[in-house]
RNA sequence: GGUCGAGUAGCUCAGUCGGCAGAGCAUACGCCUGAAAAGCGUAGGGUCACCGGAUCGACGCCGGUCUCGACCA
């Protein structure tokens, strides 16, 4: 059977290996990288992308997909993404999704309805949350969608901004786009999320940075700064490519890069964890010391 | 050895005239619908280096001890 497959986990877990592992002992299978930072090209070394070798033996999707110039969306991730589920199950192989972007899962695993953009009604939006305060904008939203107002902070700009400007730009509540990211129907998707002790996953955070800047991070993001087209807005945050800027361009040292670096990427694996803990569909496998070892043989069973 | 400065939350540091011990970061927990490796919220955490004294009351004042730093010998 071809249900899709979905392995999840935090950064640094060893979800790629798994995935690796799996579709050596198990014919068609391809994978999907469900990631918002591989998505870009010349992001490799920083992204933990898969090697050219991993990508020749098993065919790779969801990479490499934008300019590391362009704004990337989860939309954007979302078509990208059906076409490809659509192809493989043309080809009868079976998908296996490696997924540390929750949001970007979720589009996929539970359909759901992203609401269409207004940019100029944002534009002004923004300028009014720097002006009056995110909090002004949250009365307004609470007025004419108070469901969506009572789903968020006041202090949320991000949100109560992207909310008002579908509200006004639409015509249509925002809250009528869905129900909320806290419903878990049953979905056709075998769900299998890789868990570490803290302690562990910390270790292997450390290691997992420092076999990067020795892999050349460090040039990997000189060479992204000498390009024409500046990083856009949404690939300038990866993790240790913003860090590695700020060093670069002289405001911080090499070493207090690499101990920031190390800092937001727990916390970003920390996030993860949260999100995804959630999701009661997800089977989750405790891990001792080998991932594939421990994993693998489950996956092959379900 | 002498002089001066410092010692307050895991870290960096505020703390006015003696009146319930503070911030930022970190940590834990929660939220998340076209930026999501982003954004937002809540909470825990203290022998104010130590010992003694004066005071109704000390992180603060007085005496001593210890540790660190700078300078002088």
């Known amino acids: 059977m071809n249900t899709p497959l979905v392995i999840l986990g935090p950064t640094a877990s060893g979800k790629s290996d798994v995935a690796m592992a799996y579709a050596a002992r198990r014919a068609g299978a391809e994978i999907i990288a469900v990631d918002a930072m591989q998505v870009y090209r010349r992001m490799d070394i920083g992204t933990a992308k898969p090697t050219a070798a991993d990508r020749t033996a098993v065919p790779h999707h969801g990479i ?5 110039s ?49 940019p100029e009604v944002r534009a002004e939006l923004e300028l009014r949350a720097v002006g009056e305060g995110s909090q002004s904008l949250h009365a307004q939203l609470a007025v004419l969608d108070p ?5 968020m902070e006041p202090s949320n700009a991000r949100r109560v901004v992207r909310a008002l400007e579908v509200t006004l730009g639409g015509g249509r509540q925002f809250s009528s786009f869905g129900p909320g990211l806290d419903q878990y129907p ?30 050349g991070l460090l040039a990997e993001v ?15 945050q990866a993790l240790g490519y913003k860090e590695l800027v700020d060093h670069l361009q002289g405001r911080t040292s090499l070493h207090q890069a690499v101990n920031t670096i190390l800092v937001r990427t727990r916390q970003f694996a920390v996030r993860q964890e949260r ?19 421990e994993v693998v043989p489950i996956l092959l069973r379900s």
């Open 70 to 118: 362009e704004d990337f969306t989860v939309t954007r991730f979302e078509r990208a993404a059906r076409q490809s589920l659509v192809e493989i199950a043309a080809r009868r192989a079976r998908a296996v999704l490696v997924a540390g972007t929750g949001l970007y899962l979720r589009t996929i695993t539970d359909p759901m309805e992203i609401p269409g953009r207004w």
């Open 275 to 293: 999100w995804f803990r959630r999701d009661p569909r997800i089977r989750w496998v405790t891990i001792e010391h080998d991932a594939v070892a």
């Open 147 to 151: 469901v969506a107002a009572a789903r």
């Open 186 to 215: 049953s979905v056709p998707y075998v769900q299998v999320g890789l868990q570490w002790s803290r302690a562990a996953l910390t270790q292997r955070i450390a290691a997992r940075v420092h076999a990067m800047m020795e892999a």
């Open 222 to 236: 000189e060479a992204l700064l000498a390009e024409r087209a500046p990083m856009s807005r949404t690939a300038r």
């Open 64 to 68: 490499d997909l934008a300019e590391p």
